[in-house]
Each structure stands twice: as C-alpha cells, then as structure tokens.
C-alpha cells in the first residue's frame, strides 16, 4: 500500500510542519526532508527559482520523504500548469482576494471535468509517458493551496470557501500586515485577530487552515488556533540564523 497523500493527511486531521526553500538547490530539499520536515515549499514567488530549476528539487525533497510544494508568482493558468506537470504535490497560489480568484485557481490546478488544466502524458507528473488514470489521480492528489493575505481575502472569505477544488485557505501574515499598514508587525495583535478570526470562518466552513511562523511558540500558537498546515521560516533564515549562533557560540 503506497503512503498517504499530504492532502489524504491534512483530510484525516493530521497536522503537518514544512518550510519554504528559495535557495536553487536539490540538496537543501533533499536535507529539508531527511530533517523530517513532511513538506517543502519551493518558493518561485519570492526567490530566484524557475520550474526548469525546481524539478531536482522536487524529485530530492520526494526522495527524502517532503511533499513538494511549489508556490508559484501568481494565478495563471501557465504557472500552476508548470509547476504541477514537473511533479509537485501540490501548488501555493498568492493572493487571492475573491471568490472569482479562487475558482480561477482551481481551473488552472484540476483537470476535466473539475477544472481545465492543460494536458500532457509526458511530463514527470505522469510518469513520463501517463496512464488512463492520470487526470483522476492528479485531481485526487494534488494539494491546491489558496493564500489569504489581504483585508478583502479576510472580506471574502465566506464566498471564497464556497468553492470546490480548494484544499488549504493559508494565512500570510507578512502581506496581511502590510494590509492593514503595519508592515511585518505579524504579532500585532490586529494582525493575530484577523488571521484568528480567518481560523474560526474557516472552520466553521469544514476548510483546513494554514500559516507561517518565524519561530517555534508562534507555531505552536496557530497550531492550537487550529491550523493544520505549518511553513516555519525559510532555509535561508534557518541556516543564517543556525550560523550566527555558532559565531556567537564561539569564544575568540
């Protein structure tokens, strides 16, 4: 029996730690995953990566047993489209502040009959050259993730969870902050009543809820708000972070 999906997991209650990567390497994914992070968020909204440099990254953090998660610019068809073909199990889609932009997203993310993603056999999400259970499988197992990072997204919310197809409504703290004109001030407590208020709607809609923490006890936070689906930090924090202290550890 294979293992159970990211999106099988999140569905059966499970929560789940990852974190975003935006340093071009299939060996920082591969690393992500032998710390035993369950997904990574190959980040090409705001770093330097490209699908062409993300399919290592893929097939490393895959190997190592993180789901891959790609998040992409922006909601176009072409993005989502590239990032799922080259075998990501799921697709992060920014900004989405309507009902329209989230059934945008789940055209772009789903196949026939759900959606109108453009088909390919021969991709690496099909195994390179597909089978007759390919459009159902991806459409069953792929993870779409929606970010809600802005006032009207809060606004919206309701409509915005009325649409099939969305599997995680992700809270961005950072751009929600910068929405309500205090930007990076994601403890402020304006900011936690939103993204807690998010929490709450969510749930009473049957909708798994995710969010960023930059450490630990923010985590844990959210974790008890009821978010399921966790991104702590970036590897480039992570690591410049983990080599400061050891300068600072060190006697010279």
């Not at 059966?12 to 390497?25: H, R």
């Not at 929490?199 to 809609?205: G, V």
């Not at 630990?216 to 978010?227: E, L």
Request: with cysteine.
């Amino acid at each position: 029996m294979s293992d159970p999906t990211l999106k099988q997991r999140l569905f059966d209650g499970e929560t789940v730690i990852g974190t975003f990567q935006i340093i071009d390497s299939p060996m920082v994914s591969e690393m992500i995953g032998v710390a035993g992070m369950d997904f990574v968020i190959i980040d090409q909204e705001h770093g330097p990566l490209t699908a062409e440099t993300s399919v290592g990254m893929c097939a490393a953090a895959e190997r190592a047993g993180a789901a891959p998660i790609v998040r992409v610019a922006s909601n176009t068809a072409s993005e989502i489209q590239r990032a799922l073909d080259i075998g990501a199990a799921g697709v992060e889609i920014p900004q989405i502040e309507t009902r329209e932009d989230a059934e945008a997203a789940v055209e772009h993310a789903r196949f026939d009959p759900i959606g109108d993603r453009g088909l390919s056999l021969y991709v690496r999400a099909g195994g390179y050259t597909g089978s007759e259970d390919y459009t159902d499988e991806q459409n069953e197992s792929v993870t779409v993730i929606i970010h809600i990072e802005g006032e009207r997204g809060v606004e919206n919310l309701d409509e915005i969870c009325e649409v099939e197809g969305i599997d995680v409504l992700f809270i961005g703290p950072y751009d929600l902050s910068q929405s309500l004109g205090i930007p990076g001030r994601v403890e402020d407590e304006r900011v936690e009543e939103l993204m807690q208020e998010v929490c709450d709607r969510a749930a009473d809609h049957g909708k798994v809820v995710g969010t960023f923490a930059d450490n630990p006890g923010m985590a844990r936070k959210w974790i008890d708000a009821g978010a399921q689906y966790v991104a702590y930090s970036v590897d480039c924090g992570t690591l410049t972070y983990a080599y400061e202290d050891v300068v600072d550890g060190i006697d010279r």
